[in-house]
């Protein structure tokens, strides 16, 4: 069986098709992590604002005040 420039020519082709879609794939996926970390940011950075809410409402610890 001879390799013909037809069946090199599809498969160079079919490499081609297989890198250019596994790019598209990384490239999604790394601007859904983009956006995901964006998210944990926004999130983290709301939990501090609670935390210190929290601490404001609750005021001082006991051991911190002097009688």
Known sequence: MT???E???V???A???AAT???GVAAL???MVHRIDARFDR???DVVELKVAV???EGPQPRLLRP
């Open 3 to 5: 390799v013909t420039p």
């Open 7 to 9: 069946i090199i020519g």
């Open 11 to 13: 498969i160079i082709a």
């Open 15 to 17: 490499f081609g098709a």
């Open 21 to 23: 879609v596994l790019g």
């Open 29 to 31: 996926n790394a601007r």
């Open 43 to 45: 999130l983290e950075a």
């Open 55 to 57: 601490a404001r409402l």
